[in-house]
C-alpha cells in the first residue's frame, strides 16, 4: 500500500510564503513524475508544477517565477516553495504521484489527501 501525505498548508496575507511537503510511503519501488495540484471553491483541479525522477519541471504560467517545485528522491518526498502569494492562490493542495510499488508491477496514480492553503489580502 502506498501513501501520499501533504503538510505545509495554512493561512497567509498576499506577499507571503508557504512551503508544502508531501511524503510518499508504502511499498515503494519507484517513483516517476510527481505533482501538485490544486481546487479552489467551485472550480476544477488543475495542475500546478510537475517534477520528473530527473529534475526537470514544469509549471503552470499563474505560478511561473513564484513557485517552485523540488524533490528529494532518497526520502520519496516532493515540496512546493510558494512565493510571492496571490488571494487567488488560495485553494487545496494535492500531492500526486506516478508510483511503481514493485518491479513487476507498472506505474500507478497516487493522491494525497489535500491540504489548505488560504491567502488573505
Known amino acids: 500500500q502506498v501513501q501520499l501525505v501533504e503538510s505545509g498548508g495554512g493561512l497567509v496575507q498576499a506577499g507571503g510564503s508557504l512551503r508544502l511537503s508531501c511524503a510518499a510511503s508504502?511499498?515503494?519501488?519507484?517513483?516517476?513524475?510527481m505533482d501538485w495540484y490544486r481546487q479552489a471553491p467551485g472550480k476544477q483541479r488543475e495542475l500546478v508544477a510537475t517534477?520528473?525522477?530527473?529534475?526537470?519541471?514544469n509549471y503552470a504560467d499563474s505560478v511561473k517565477g513564484r513557485f517552485i517545485i523540488s524533490r528529494d528522491n532518497a526520502k520519496n518526498t516532493v515540496y512546493l516553495q510558494m512565493n510571492s502569494l496571490k488571494p487567488e492562490d488560495t485553494a487545496v493542495y494535492y500531492c500526486?504521484?506516478?508510483?511503481?510499488?514493485?518491479?513487476?508491477?507498472?506505474?500507478?496514480?497516487?493522491w494525497g489527501q489535500g491540504t489548505q492553503v488560504t491567502v488573505s489580502s
Open positions: 500526486h504521484g506516478a508510483v511503481r510499488p514493485l518491479p513487476i508491477t507498472g506505474f500507478r496514480d497516487y
Open positions: 508504502g511499498t515503494i519501488f519507484s517513483i516517476n513524475t
Open positions: 517534477i520528473t525522477s530527473g529534475g526537470s519541471t
